[in-house]
């Protein structure tokens, strides 16, 4: 444990950047295998509709624009 948060210190901005891309990016994707593959409750089929949107837009879009050299989010 005292070595992960060793590492965690150690992170400069791009590093940083990288590490919550991918844990956006493998939280979305998880995401998306849970609600394909597993049954929701249909009183609960709105709201996990909208965090499938709400990920798919706004979460991956923002990593998306910026590995692919988007020059209207400086931002990121």
């Not at 994707?29 to 996990?48: C, D, G, S, W």
């Not at 909208?50 to 706004?58: K, S």
């Amino acid at each position: 444990m005292k070595r992960f948060f060793e590492l965690l210190m150690s992170l400069n901005k791009e590093n940083f950047k990288e590490l919550i891309s991918f844990l956006s990016v493998t939280t979305a994707f998880v995401y998306f295998f849970l609600i394909t593959f597993f049954t929701i409750p249909e009183e609960n089929q709105r709201f996990a509709d909208i965090i499938l949107g709400m990920l798919g837009t706004a979460v991956l879009g923002r990593v998306y624009g910026h590995y692919f050299d988007n020059k209207k989010d400086e931002e990121f």
